[in-house]
T-cell receptor, first 110, second 113 residues
Framework: KAGVTQTPRYLIKTRGQQVTLSCSPI?????VSWYQQTPGQGLQFLFE???????NKGNFPGRFSGRQFSNSRSEMNVSTLELGDSALYLC?????????FGPGTRLTVT | QQQVKQSPQSLIVQKGGIPIINCAYE??????FPWYQQFPGKGPALLIA?????SEKKEGRFTISFNKSAKQFSLHIMDSQPGDSATYFC????????????FGEGTQLTVNP
């Protein structure tokens, strides 16, 4: 089976812009979660989607949002980008308790 | 209460050594404890996981030891190799939280040849 795929892999944006990241989970996995990884804060949970519904949300401002489609693919959006949003954004798909991460999207905000 | 504390921050061992990475948690509702390995430029890869009803689990050269009363768990890497050099993260979640993993701070392991 193919693993979790994320696009794009790298992205450079300017403060104030918005960005949309995409994630395709492992075939058959219906749960998709998003995490932010930074050197200072480590790995932090953003939100989880299951069957197109947000099931759980971390402590991030409303500028961070997401959605899931009927084929389980997910997107996350960050509006009004800030310099502090520069990070590796990871998507994980889940089957049972096990979560499998994609390679991430490296977002740089200038 | 949701934190997972991981130590050491970095670790250097010689090839064949047994690095040990420790994690401690406070939330007694945590019931799933995975370990992830991450190489530069890659996403975390699931190594091994344990539930609190088991005190030890071994998969290949990786062993988790779990102490429920102390709320601690650790990763041992037997016969470590230079290819094991990576950052290791412990994590925890509850059944009620679904996918929400709470991660430790990470340990950068270097295995010298």
């Amino acid at each position: 089976k193919a693993g979790v795929t994320q696009t794009p892999r790298y992205l450079i944006k300017t403060r104030g812009q918005q960005v949309t990241l995409s994630c395709s989970p492992i075939s058959g996995h219906r749960s998709v979660s998003w995490y932010q990884q930074t050197p200072g804060q480590g790995l932090q949970f953003l939100f989880e989607y299951f069957s197109e519904t947000q099931r759980n949300k971390g402590n991030f401002p409303g500028r961070f949002s997401g959605r899931q489609f009927s084929n389980s693919r997910s997107e996350m959006n960050v509006s009004t980008l800030e310099l502090g949003d520069s990070a590796l954004y990871l998507c994980a798909s889940r089957l049972g308790a096990e979560q499998y991460f994609g390679p991430g999207t490296r977002l740089t905000v200038t | 209460q949701q934190q997972v504390k991981q130590s050491p921050q970095s670790l250097i061992v010689q090839k064949g050594g047994i690095p040990i990475i420790n994690c401690a948690y406070e939330n007694t509702a945590f019931d799933y404890f995975p370990w992830y390995q991450q190489f530069p430029g890659k996403g975390p890869a699931l190594l091994i996981a344990i539930r609190p009803d088991v005190s030890e689990k071994k998969e290949g050269r990786f062993t988790i030891s779990f102490n429920k009363s102390a709320k601690q768990f650790s990763l041992h890497i037997m016969d470590s190799q230079p290819g094991d050099s990576a950052t290791y993260f412990c994590a925890a979640s509850t059944g009620a939280s679904g996918s929400r993993l709470t991660f430790g701070e990470g340990t950068q392991l270097t295995v010298n040849p």
